[in-house]
T-cell receptor, first 114, second 114 residues
Framework: GENVEQHPSTLSVQEGDSAVIKCTYS??????FPWYKQELGKGPQLIID?????GEKKDQRIAVTLNKTAKHFSLHITETQPEDSAVYFC?????????????FGKGTKLSVKP | EAQVTQNPRYLITVTGKKLTVTCSQN?????MSWYRQDPGLGLRQIYY???????DKGDVPEGYKVSRKEKRNFPLILESPSPNQTSLYFC?????????????FGSGTRLTVV
């Protein structure tokens, strides 16, 4: 089955710097890659996703890139702010049937220092 | 407001005492799923349901049961809880009977089994 590896497990940056979180996946049939942000005491919330027919997607200060050949995808946060501090999860899934379940990475705890 | 509602938010129970964690969504989503979150292990899927009366095991189903009698509800049942089921539990839902159209998560249920 699918396996998703996420690095780093913790990341500390200064406010205004960029943050990059990387994930690799094992099943080349995976074609949907969402990223979730979990703030303290809350459930994960979808912040951006990408499908395998595109290589990059941006939404204001966040962007996701996908390299299908290398089977890895990354989350980029620019001009980080203290409210970006949270745990971020990447995930992967295969479209269709029972294979549509999301498999999550183990998470990255991002700390943005003022 | 579109949401997934879990109850209770916190629960302390004793080994062997049956309990049910409820999950309800108001978005008419076909797909629902339960995850447990443990430190260092990320989010692991317990059970999922692609529609009413259709349920299947995830990666860590042992010791849990689910039912899907109505579209909006997906309760998680622990028939005989044990301390290793102490965890943070999340319910999630997604449209179109598949996970890869974006999950909406509940706020979580923190369960302690003593």
């Amino acid at each position: 089955g699918e396996n998703v590896e996420q690095h780093p497990s913790t990341l500390s940056v200064q406010e205004g710097d960029s943050a990059v979180i990387k994930c690799t996946y094992s099943d080349s049939a995976s074609n949907y890659f969402p990223w979730y942000k979990q703030e303290l005491g809350k459930g994960p919330q979808l912040i951006i996703d990408i499908r395998s027919n595109v290589g990059e997607k941006k939404d204001q200060r966040i962007a996701v890139t996908l390299n299908k050949t290398a089977k890895h995808f990354s989350l980029h946060i620019t001009e980080t702010q203290p409210e970006d501090s949270a745990v971020y999860f990447c995930a992967a899934s295969i479209d269709g049937g029972s294979q549509g379940n999301l498999i999550f990475g183990k998470g990255t705890k991002l700390s943005v220092k003022p | 407001e579109a949401q997934v509602t879990q109850n209770p938010r916190y629960l302390i129970t004793v080994t062997g005492k049956k309990l049910t964690v409820t999950c309800s969504q108001n978005m008419n989503h076909e797909y629902m799923s339960w995850y447990r979150q443990d430190p260092g292990l990320g989010l692991r899927q317990i059970y999922y349901s692609m529609n009413v009366e259709v349920t299947d095991k995830g990666d860590v189903p042992e010791g849990y049961k689910v039912s899907r009698k109505e579209k909006r509800n997906f309760p998680l049942i622990l028939e005989s809880p044990s301390p290793n089921q102490t965890s943070l539990y999340f319910c999630a839902s997604s449209p179109r009977g598949r996970a890869n159209y974006g999950y909406t998560f509940g706020s979580g249920t923190r369960l302690t089994v003593v």
